[in-house]
Nanobody, 126 residues
Framework: QVQLVESGGGLVQPGGSLRLSCSASGFTLDTYAIGWFRQAPGKEREGVLCISNSDGVTTYGDSVKGRFTISRDNAKNTVYLQMNNLKPEDTAVYYC???????????????????WGKGTLVTVSS
């Protein structure tokens, strides 16, 4: 059964950090590009970061540059999103998705991705 499962979300204070995990089962994650996306309350989905199957990284949002880092551990079949210096505007449901490649910033967020997780909620609030 093909699945992606996100974990690591929760409540964190502004300036704090969280590490999200995206674990795959039923397929080999290292052959896929894995993207992190988020959807804040009342807003459309936006791309965050994507890592290709050759470890190239695409940054979709300037707001996360220098604060968020994507990485993969193929041995664990897991991709991570390290989030530092979190801000209230980072509050969203965070999703990971697997697909053939990382899209450019001109493509709708998540377009063409094959598998999606159910999401994990990140709330940044004091």
């Amino acid at each position: 059964q093909v699945q992606l499962v996100e974990s690591g979300g929760g409540l964190v204070q502004p300036g704090g950090s969280l590490r999200l995990s995206c674990s795959a089962s039923g397929f080999t994650l290292d052959t896929y590009a894995i993207g992190w996306f988020r959807q804040a309350p009342g807003k459309e989905r936006e791309g965050v970061l994507c890592i290709s199957n050759s470890d190239g990284v695409t940054t979709y949002g300037d707001s996360v540059k220098g604060r968020f880092t994507i990485s993969r551990d193929n041995a664990k079949n897991t991709v991570y999103l390290q989030m530092n210096n979190l801000k209230p505007e980072d509050t969203a449901v965070y999703y990971c998705a697997a697909g053939p490649w990382c899209n450019s910033v001109y493509v709708p967020p998540g377009y063409g991705m094959d598998y999606w997780g159910k999401g994990t909620l990140v709330t940044v609030s004091s």
